[in-house]
């Protein structure tokens, strides 16, 4: 089993910054991908960004320029700073790990962005 814990998000006004970090412990060898994803409300939950291992990172087309998503693998945590924040940010992002046939997920953290 993989614990992932989140912390970070909040309130903030629209070009704002916020910082997520997300700590991974338990069977953490063999991660291989973490990631933010999002969830608003009456939508589906969608892919913000992810980052390999190794450092290869992608991006949702609407965060791009914007989110940085980085990740500390001596310290099992991966992180995401948001910039020039939008209303259209505010949901629930929850932190990701996948390791070979198992997907694991945060209880997520409120961000609200207000206009």
């Known amino acids: 089993q993989v614990q992932l814990v989140e912390s970070g998000g909040g309130l903030v006004q629209a070009g704002g910054s916020l910082s997520l970090a997300c700590a991974a412990s338990g069977s953490i060898f063999s991660i291989n991908l973490m990631g933010w994803y999002r969830q608003a409300p009456g939508k589906q939950r969608e892919l913000v960004a992810g980052?390999?291992?190794?450092?290869?990172?992608n991006y949702a087309d609407s965060v791009k320029g914007r989110f940085t998503i980085s990740r500390d693998n001596a310290k099992n945590t991966v992180y995401l700073q948001m910039n020039s924040l939008k209303p259209e940010d505010t949901a629930v992002y929850y932190c990701n790990a996948l390791k070979p046939g198992y997907n694991f997920w945060g209880q997520g953290t409120q961000v609200t962005v207000s206009s």
């Open positions: 980052i390999t291992r190794g450092g290869i990172t």
